[in-house]
């Protein structure tokens, strides 16, 4: 039986940060972000989530970060937040479900069902401006479920497109551009779309 004791604190900042880096979650490049915008830095956080007892560790940290709200079910866009999502209900003790994009929109398939009044935490890697996550949102609200609050484990700053609190578990201010304002685009530098989707905006 393996020994749970490395799991049991929350985790501090530096140590989410060392383990973003020990992973090479962090990338130095340039790359298209899932919102269309460009950076010099891209966070891969599936890296990081390869280890499942760190995953834990992660997604109870996130938990001791929102505190008390009481939440009914998890729910999560395909597929950066699956994993992160799936360790967040199991710390909770709830639920988990996730949304897939068809057609170009996000939706719940696979006979996932919200009930009525169910408080729904929404759980993401990776938060930029946040378009996949006010996705979640419309259609938990479409399903009769409450949205309470978005979590994940990286904001990555700047205004938000959807209306909840955000719990982040780490802040990292990464500059991005417009593609037309890029300086790495003017000097010729590759790019990249690491995401798991290709612009769809």
Known sequence: MSDDSHIAHAMTDSEVLGALKDSKAILSGHFQLTSGRHSDTYVQCARV??????????????????????????????????IIGFA??????????????HEGRMSFRRAFKIHPGERVLIVE?????GGSVAEVIESVREGGG??????????RGGPKVFDLELYPLLGLKVESWEADACGLCASGVPLYSPGSRRLEK
């Open 88 to 101: 967040v209900a199991q710390a909770l003790g709830v639920r988990f479900i996730f949304s897939e994009r």
């Open 146 to 155: 409450v949205p309470v609050a978005v979590a994940s484990l990286i904001d």
């Open 125 to 129: 890697d990776v938060v930029t401006t």
């Open 49 to 82: 989530l390869e280890d499942p007892a760190l995953t834990t560790r992660l997604a109870r940290t996130l938990v001791d970060r929102i505190g008390d709200m009481r939440i009914d079910l998890v729910a999560a866009p395909a597929v950066g937040g699956i």
